[in-house]
């Protein structure tokens, strides 16, 4: 496609051997799967993209989409996989800011909406138990872009819901009882004393805004995975991807373990989903990261 378009890259003759889009070509693009955004200077440029994608795509039996294809300029915006793109006019000059995107937030929301119908008059570890993968999972996913004031918004929702619930709970205790029985401060420490915590249990329930914002790093061009000179890079990669993706617990077994399955030995991070389990060792039985697959 980027041939078809006119996207020339150019080696940059760094220690890497590195790639990178030519100066002199005023075009890029991005592609995840079936949908992509390109990039122009002009909107003429913009409208001739569909005359030189039209017979490309249809040689691959594919056609554009009229709902979802338009040209629009970077200052109105536009949604791209759950996240808006806009360029705002600040007090240092125009800058482009990406954030979670309406519908991806409405979309959370109402995830967290339908969990508590579900579990409606259920105790509270339960309703840790099942929110928390939900949390991490949209924080995780935004924690890339401009997410803080979302974060702070979803916390917010969520509070809210969680006080609903505790007063359907015990609706016949007052609420400085309901306070005292299932708030208290993060175990990790700080003065928010207005945390879900299960007491019988102590699990607390997540919150969006404990999670680092982190700027994602994209692979250079021409990097593969099947490359093996790259071995080290993809494994360093690796590393980051599950730390982000996984608990604390977790992240310390990974560790231990050189971030590879304990009984392939490959690395965790291949596609295959990992679970935790109890293994024999000479010194006895430890609980160890292993891939689904594995097990037999």
């Given at each position: 496609m980027e041939e078809e378009i006119g996207i020339v890259y150019k080696k940059t003759y760094k220690l890497n051997g590195g790639y990178a889009i030519d100066p002199?070509?005023?075009i890029g693009r991005v592609l995840y799967v079936d949908d992509f955004v390109i990039v122009t200077e002009t909107k003429e440029q913009a409208e001739n993209m569909y005359g030189k994608l039209t017979p490309y795509l249809?040689?691959?039996g594919i056609t554009l989409s009229v709902d979802k294809t338009r040209v629009t300029h970077i200052e109105d915006g536009f949604d791209f996989l759950d996240f808006s793109l806009r360029q705002y006019n600040t007090g240092q000059g125009k800058k482009l800011f990406i954030k979670p995107s309406r519908d991806s937030i409405k979309k959370a929301k109402n995830k967290i909406k339908d969990t508590f119908s579900v579990m409606r008059g259920r105790p509270v570890k339960e309703i840790i138990r099942v929110l928390n993968p939900i949390i991490r999972g949209y924080g995780h996913y935004w924690k890339h872009v401009v997410s803080k004031n979302t974060y702070d918004y979803m916390d917010n929702y969520i509070f809210l819901?969680?006080?609903k619930h505790l007063k359907q709970l015990h609706s016949k205790k007052s609420r400085k009882w309901i306070s005292k029985r299932y708030f208290k401060k993060p175990h990790h420490?700080?003065?928010?004393r207005w945390i879900l915590t299960c007491p019988l249990t102590n699990i607390q329930l997540l919150e969006m805004s404990w999670i680092k914002i982190e700027r994602h790093v994209m692979v250079a061009y021409k990097n593969s995975p099947d490359n093996p000179i790259l071995r080290e890079y993809w494994e360093k990669r690796d590393r980051k991807v599950f730390n982000s993706e996984n608990t604390f617990d977790r992240m310390k077994l990974a560790?231990?373990?050189?971030?590879r399955c304990a009984l392939c030995k490959h690395t965790l991070q291949n596609g295959e989903k990992v679970t935790v389990r109890n293994l024999e060792v000479s010194t006895g039985e430890f609980a160890k990261l292993v891939h689904v697959p594995c097990i037999k």
């Open positions: 002199k070509c005023r249809r040689k691959r819901k969680v006080g420490g700080g003065n928010n560790r231990k373990q050189g971030y």
